[in-house]
């Protein structure tokens, strides 16, 4: 599962470069989709949670927190959904671009603790810095939570379970 995860980063880092993803400075939230705020906040929070976990000594919670992040919020749902606005050349693509590149950069960061030589070279080819090793730890953004983002990408994830699990339910193939 360990081998899995760190592919799982690999191609979810590859596919930032391959889009164009930066770290740079990120536009205002107003000129963002609500998937780039929703996975901002839940950034936010899970770096909080971490923070805390890490401060307890209770470093089973803070890698259960940042594995499921990595795994089922910025993977399986984030970035199928910026693919639709890099896909597009939509006027959001630029934002999506400095979201998803900022999200992995303080994903890395916040992992190297625990896999320090994947999310090294992941992080010097992502960011072009020296070393993770003498990269902040990420800090608080103070910016409040958008709660119409969040419950718009929550409708949104249920639908498409929904679906899916009807699919399921029903024997349909995916091409159906």
């Known amino acids: 599962s360990s081998r899995n995860f760190a592919n799982k980063l690999f191609n979810a880092t ?4 391959m889009n164009g993803a930066v ?11 609500d998937a780039d705020r929703w996975i901002l906040d839940r950034l ?9 976990a890490f401060e307890r000594f209770e470093f089973s919670k803070a890698c259960e927190a940042l594995y499921h992040f990595a795994w ?4 399986d749902w984030y970035l199928e959904l910026a693919k639709v606005q890099l896909a597009d050349g939509s006027e959001y ?9 900022n999200v992995l950069d303080q994903l890395l960061r916040l992992l190297h603790p625990v896999i ?9 080819v992502l960011t072009g810095g020296e070393s993770v ?19 718009r990408v929550e409708d949104l994830q249920k639908l ?7 699919r399921s339910d029903q024997g349909l193939k995916p091409s159906q």
């Open 133 to 151: 090793v003498v990269a902040s730890w990420p800090n608080a953004t103070g910016t409040e939570p958008d709660a119409d983002s969040a419950r």
């Open 160 to 166: 498409v379970s929904e679906v899916r699990r009807f």
């Open 44 to 52: 936010e929070q899970v770096r909080a949670e971490v923070d805390e």
């Open 72 to 75: 089922d919020e910025v993977c």
């Open 23 to 33: 770290v740079t400075e990120l536009p205002a939230r107003t000129a963002l989709t």
């Open 14 to 17: 590859k596919f930032a470069l």
């Open 116 to 124: 320090p030589f994947v999310t090294e070279t992941l992080w010097k």
């Open 93 to 101: 693509a630029q934002g999506t671009k400095a979201v998803l590149g």
